[in-house]
C-alpha cells in the first residue's frame, strides 16, 4: 500500500523526494535524542536508500505522514523487521516532528498501519520498543494495545519491549 489516509493525516511510501524532511528531522537534536542520536547527511540517504530497498524485498516498511490540513511533514511511521536478541520481529516504528508530539498523531498512525500489518499483511505480532525514560511512546504502545514484556539492551541501552498478537 503506497498511501493511505487516516482521520487527520496523509500518508505515503518513503522516497528520496522526502530526503530534505527527513534531512531536518536527523538533525534536529530532540527528535532525535530517542532515536539513536543525530544521522549525518550521508545517513539520511543510506536510511532512505535501505527504506527502499526493504519495501522492494518484503512489501512493506516506512511511510512519510503529513497533516491533511496544511500538508506539513509530521513524521515518519511504519513496519518493519528489526533484530531483538537474535530474534527476528516486525517491529511498530514511528517518529514524530517535536511540534506534532502530545496531540495522539502517533497513536493515529500505529491505529492504521496495525491494521495494515494484522489485516492485510496476515502479521501474526508486532513488536515495539522504546529507551526506558521514553514514557511518551510508552503511552503510545499501551493506548494501541501493546502488552509489555520484558526489558531488552537495543543499540546498547535499556528499552522496554512491548509485543501485540493479531
Known amino acids: 500500500?503506497?498511501?493511505?489516509?487516516?482521520?487527520r493525516l496523509f500518508a505515503e511510501r518513503l522516497q528520496f523526494k522526502h530526503l530534505n524532511e527527513l534531512y531536518r528531522m536527523h538533525q534536529n537534536k530532540q527528535v532525535m535524542a530517542?532515536?539513536?542520536?543525530?544521522?549525518?547527511?550521508?545517513?539520511?540517504?543510506l536510511f532512505i536508500l535501505n527504506n527502499l530497498n526493504y519495501w522492494q524485498?518484503?512489501?512493506?516498511?516506512?511511510?512519510?505522514?503529513?497533516?491533511?490540513?496544511?500538508?506539513?511533514f509530521v513524521g515518519r511511521a511504519g513496519l518493519r523487521n528489526t533484530d531483538v536478541e537474535g530474534n527476528e520481529e516486525v517491529e511498530l516504528a514511528y517518529?514524530?516532528?517535536?511540534?506534532?508530539?502530545?496531540k495522539g498523531l502517533a497513536t493515529e498512525m500505529g491505529e492504521e498501519i496495525l491494521k495494515i500489518g494484522f489485516e492485510m499483511l496476515k502479521l501474526p505480532?508486532?513488536?515495539?520498543?522504546?529507551?526506558?525514560?521514553?514514557?511518551?511512546?510508552?503511552r503510545v504502545m499501551e493506548k494501541?494495545?501493546?502488552?509489555?514484556?520484558?526489558e531488552i539492551i537495543h543499540a546498547g541501552l535499556p528499552h522496554l519491549f512491548y509485543r501485540l498478537t493479531f
Not at 1 to 7: A, L, S, V
Not at 57 to 72: I, M, P, Q, S
Open 1 to 7: 500500500m503506497d498511501t493511505f489516509t487516516t482521520h
Open 34 to 45: 530517542t532515536l539513536g542520536g543525530i544521522r549525518s547527511d550521508e545517513e539520511t540517504r
Open 57 to 72: 524485498r518484503y512489501g512493506f516498511g516506512l511511510w512519510v505522514f503529513r497533516d491533511k490540513v496544511n500538508h506539513h
Open 95 to 102: 517518529a514524530l516532528i517535536a511540534k506534532f508530539w502530545a
Open 125 to 138: 505480532e508486532i513488536v515495539c520498543f522504546t529507551l526506558t525514560t521514553n514514557k511518551a511512546s510508552q
Open 144 to 150: 494501541l494495545g501493546f502488552q509489555y514484556e520484558r
